[in-house]
């Protein structure tokens, strides 16, 4: 009994530090409209739990006419649809700049593409703490860290652990590749 009850302990340990503990799901548009301004969007269901490291990868060509934004909130009606009124924060490629958004308090904050021309790759992480506030949010663009103001605006968009739902919008004829994935924040304590 103390064999099964220990190993038991060990697997469920196991399982809340691991990596492999992690969620992960992938959305891309298909880049293919009609029309060049037409608008693409996919909405997908997410859940992230309090005591979590998020990380939000985007790839998409960052042209200066096109647009590539991911923005996450509540689907408060349940129609499985982030409908603008429901969006928290917004992050992505906009004709010619990054940038992160408040839709709350309608402030937004660009940056130019580092020289060499505009990097392809996005990447924002940020920490749910037992509160279900988000902090320590960073926002990269290849291996520069840029928009100072995502932490803050992170922050004030209020308890992620009640975000469920992420949408992926695309304008020009452009295309995105979106992919979230979660872990349990945690540490590591050997007693001997």
Do not use: Q, Y
């Amino acid at each position: 009994m103390k064999k099964f009850l220990f190993l038991s302990v060990l697997l469920v340990l196991a399982g809340f530090f691991s990596p492999a503990a992690a969620a992960v799901f992938l959305l891309s548009t298909s880049g293919a409209p009609a029309f060049p301004d037409t608008e693409e969007s996919l909405s997908a269901e997410i859940e992230l739990p309090r005591r979590s490291a998020v990380t939000i990868r985007m790839e998409c060509p960052a042209t200066p006419t096109n647009c590539a934004e991911v923005v996450l909130g509540r689907d408060s009606d349940l129609d499985g649809e982030l409908g603008w009124s429901e969006a928290l924060l917004k992050f992505g490629w906009d004709a010619g700049s990054w940038f992160v958004s408040s839709p709350a308090t309608g402030e937004t904050s660009f940056e130019e593409p580092s020289v060499g021309g505009p990097s392809a790759g996005f990447r924002f992480t940020f920490h749910v703490d037992s509160a279900g506030t988000p902090h320590s949010a960073t926002a990269r663009a290849g291996h520069s860290a840029i928009l100072p103001a995502a932490a803050r605006m992170a922050e004030e968009a209020g308890d992620a652990s009640h975000w469920n739902c992420l949408r992926v919008v695309t304008r020009g004829g452009g295309t995105a590749a979106v992919r979230l994935s979660t872990r349990r924040d945690g540490s590591l304590v050997f007693v001997k």
